[in-house]
C-alpha cells in the first residue's frame, strides 16, 4: 500500500505542474491578445452642411466699431516661475514610562499643535498631559499590603511624579519646535495635578 503512495506522489506533482503550466499560458495568450483597438464600430464620417451665407439687409459694420469691456484685448500678465518647496513631514516622538522617567527623568513628547489653537486653547497640552499620565498608570510600581488575621489583600500604587518636556510644532512639516514646555504631573487624593 505504501509503495502504491509513493508511485502516485511523483504522478500527482507533475500532473499538478501541467495543469498550472496551461492556466499560466493561457493567460498569457488572453493579455498579449487583448485588442487595443477602439472597442466603436467604424462608421463613415457624416458631411457638415455649411450654411448659405446670404447677405443681410443690415449693415454690421457698425456694431463692429467698438468692443464691449469683456472682449477687450488684454495682455497676459507675466507669470513669474516660483520654485516648487519640496515639503518633507517630519517623525515626532512620544517617549514612554519606563524605569529611569519613574526617577525624575524627562519624558519627550513631540506634538504638531498650531500656535492659533493653543492660543485659544490654553489647557489643552495640560489635558494631553493628564491623560497620559492616567493611561500610563499600568508601568507605575506596585506593591501589596497583606492583612492575614483578616485574610485580606489589598493593592497599592504608587503614583509617581512624572516629568515632561513638551516640544510643539506648527505642522507636519516644521523643523524646529516654535514652543518648548515642561510641566510636573503627580497624583494626589486621586486628583492629577498638572504644574
Known amino acids: 500500500m505504501n509503495e502504491q503512495k509513493i508511485s502516485i506522489l511523483p504522478i500527482a506533482n507533475c500532473l499538478w505542474t501541467l495543469i498550472l503550466f496551461f492556466c499560466f499560458s493561457f493567460l498569457l495568450v488572453a493579455c498579449n491578445n487583448a485588442d487595443t483597438k477602439s472597442k466603436v464600430p467604424n462608421s463613415e464620417a457624416t458631411e457638415i452642411i455649411q450654411p448659405k451665407n446670404e ?41 514612554g514610562v519606563y524605569d529611569a522617567k519613574l526617577n525624575g527623568e524627562q519624558i519627550l513628547i513631540q506634538e504638531d499643535l498650531s500656535e492659533n489653537i493653543l492660543a485659544s486653547n490654553p489647557d489643552t497640552i495640560k489635558n494631553y498631559l493628564k491623560g497620559f499620565y492616567q493611561g500610563h498608570e499600568r508601568f507605575f510600581p506596585r506593591s501589596i499590603a497583606d492583612n492575614f488575621e483578616q485574610g485580606v489583600s489589598k493593592e497599592r500604587i504608587s503614583y509617581p511624579r512624572l516629568n515632561f518636556r513638551v516640544e510643539l510644532f506648527e505642522d507636519e512639516y516644521s523643523k524646529k519646535p516654535y514652543k518648548i514646555l515642561s510641566y510636573s504631573v503627580r497624583k494626589e487624593n486621586e486628583k492629577i495635578i498638572v504644574e
Not at 454690421?60 to 516648487?84: A, C, I, L, R, Y
Open 55 to 95: 447677405k443681410l439687409g443690415i449693415d454690421t459694420n457698425k456694431f463692429q466699431g467698438e468692443k464691449p469691456d469683456s472682449f477687450k484685448e488684454t495682455k497676459p500678465d507675466k507669470k513669474v516661475s516660483q520654485p516648487q518647496i519640496n515639503r518633507v513631514r517630519q517623525k515626532r516622538e512620544s517617549e
